[in-house]
């Protein structure tokens, strides 16, 4: 992701993307990133509550000396999804095993699915 210009109408979100200096290494950090606007379109967080929560993520990692800019997005998003009832921590970890056990039996090359 590249600087942009500012744009003064626009919100929050849209402000952070065009002063954000970071590029995606990963595609999911993009799709973090892009949850975390989209679920905050959808009202399921105001801007200053995911500020406060991804804020608190990178302090942890702080004190423990550790820097994962994506990661505090990530982990900021399993939390609100949580303290807002969307998921639970069980849920989540399923849904990612799940993920990760469908990823072992795709083959090269191929679209990884999720079985029912």
């Not at 003064?8 to 590029?23: H, K, T, V």
């Not at 801007?47 to 800019?69: D, F, H, M, V």
């Not at 990823?103 to 090359?109: A, C, E, F, K, S």
Request: hydrophobic share 40%; proline share 6%.
């Amino acid at each position: 992701m590249k600087s942009r210009p500012t744009n003064p109408g626009a919100g929050p979100f849209e402000q952070a993307l065009a002063c954000d200096q970071r590029d995606f290494d990963e595609p999911w950090q993009a799709e973090a990133f892009a949850l975390a606007v989209q679920l905050h379109h959808q009202g399921l967080f105001s801007w200053p509550e995911w500020s406060e929560t991804l804020a608190a993520e990178i302090a942890k990692l702080a004190e423990r000396g550790e820097e994962n800019y994506f990661l505090c997005w990530l982990n900021a998003l399993e939390g609100l999804v949580e303290r807002k009832a969307v998921t639970s921590r069980s849920e989540l970890a399923f849904v990612a095993d799940a993920w990760r056990e469908a990823y072992r039996n795709t083959p090269h090359g191929k679209p990884v699915h999720l079985a029912d």
